[in-house]
């Protein structure tokens, strides 16, 4: 029997790490998830009773279905209110079932089979996956760790090629922490204007930064088209709902143009719930007090872990919930090591593309399990 070439483009084995951890879980042995993106399973959620009215009444009003290619109306309005008085209107709004399929979308709309996009490395493996699936290759420029992992300008200019059709940045940046700093974006909208190139800014972790002052952002600046990507599983801990947007800012002709096409494509699928429509405005008014309490445990933890850990942080993240610390051995055998002794999950960095020997995980966890294995990873690190 025939199959796409998509069949011959995913990994059918499975690591060294997961195959111990599958062989562990298959004895009983309870293991200690620092990886896992959704601080859902951490003990964190969205508190039901809030979120249960809200479901209550979204659903009543999705009754009569009357769907809206780009989103309803009053879920574009309230997306457009969070981002105050900048150039982002209800109608440059398309909803989208969660941040994945919103990367799909803009991969659609810019490339060809055989296009690329840039992507900052160290990555994030899904990236690689969706634009498989979209046809689209994916070229890397470097986030530099000698500089607080911030992007190297000349590095992404240098990647450019004439198959290129966008810049990606992730900002605050998963899994290093990274937040572009001004001169960082204004530099970066300079190069996206100069190529005549969109940027996609995905700021899924936009509300978990800890340096004090306004956090820069493309659609800002005066690069020619950005797709600011959003939604409300990292911000809300509602990934279940599978909710996010693309805001279109830039040009006029430009914006118009993406988003008649993006209308066309959204208006083929009609993939968000209208039920998840209908609560956004809810979520956004009710879920105000619950984000600042999690903004504050996500601090709250960040600070647990860098007086654990110490000197075995050299670059504390700048935002998000996820760390990349270095160590002295080979990073899949220390990471197998703390799986099998420690019973403690991380990742070791080359699953990022992260050159060097680096650990992965998370710091978004109960106090109590960070003050256990956090202790123990800082004595496998030698710090």
């Known amino acids: ?30 293991i200690v998830d620092l990886i896992g993106s959704s601080a ?91 634009a498989g699936l979209a046809g689209v290759e994916i070229s890397h420029y470097r986030l530099d760790e000698d500089r ?63 340096e004090k002052g306004p956090v820069p952002r493309p659609l800002d600046t005066k690069a020619p088209l950005v797709f600011t990507l959003n939604g409300f599983s990292k911000m809300y801990i509602l990934p279940g709902l599978k909710l996010g947007w693309m805001a279109v800012s830039g040009e006029d002709d430009l914006v118009r143009k993406s988003m008649t096409t993006l209308e066309l494509v959204a208006d083929t699928f009609l993939p968000v719930n209208e039920i998840v429509q209908f609560s956004v405005p809810g979520i956004f008014d009710k879920g105000a007090a619950f984000l600042e309490a999690y903004k504050q445990r996500v601090e709250e933890c960040r600070a647990s872990m860098l007086e654990i850990l110490g000197p075995a942080v050299p670059i504390p993240p700048s935002g998000g919930y996820y760390i990349v610390v270095p160590c002295d051995e080979e990073e899949e055998d220390l990471a197998i090591t703390l799986l099998e002794e420690d019973h ?40």
């Open 40 to 130: 859902s399973g951490t003990g964190v959620g969205f508190p039901r009773e809030i979120l249960d009215p809200i479901l209550t009444q979204a659903s009543g009003l999705a009754q009569n279905y009357r769907p809206d290619s780009l989103g309803q109306p009053v879920a574009r309005d309230a997306i457009a209110a969070h981002y105050g008085n900048r150039a982002v209107s209800a109608e440059r709004i398309l909803l989208t079932p969660g941040t994945s399929i919103a990367y799909w979308y803009v991969f659609k709309l810019l490339c060809e089979p055989g296009d690329n996009v840039l992507c900052p490395v160290p990555a994030y493996p899904l990236f690689d996956y969706i």
């Open 148 to 210: 607080g992992w911030q992007i190297d300008l000349d590095n992404l200019e240098d990647q450019i090629s004439e198959q290129t059709r966008a810049i990606v940045l992730i900002s605050p940046h998963n899994p290093t922490g990274m937040v572009a700093k001004r001169d960082q974006i204004v530099g970066l909208a300079e190069i996206a204007r100069r190529h005549q190139l969109p940027i996609i800014s995905d700021e899924v972790f936009w509300n978990f930064t800890f």
């Open 1 to 30: 029997m025939r199959f796409s070439e998509l069949t011959t483009q995913f990994p059918d084995s499975t690591n060294r790490l997961y195959t111990r951890l599958g062989e562990l879980k298959s004895k009983g042995v309870e």
């Open 344 to 383: 403690v999950l991380v990742h070791p960095g080359y699953f990022y593309d992260i050159k060097g020997h680096h650990l992965v995980f998370s710091f978004l966890h109960d106090t109590d399990i960070l003050n256990t294995v956090l202790p123990r990873i800082r004595k496998r690190l030698g710090a």
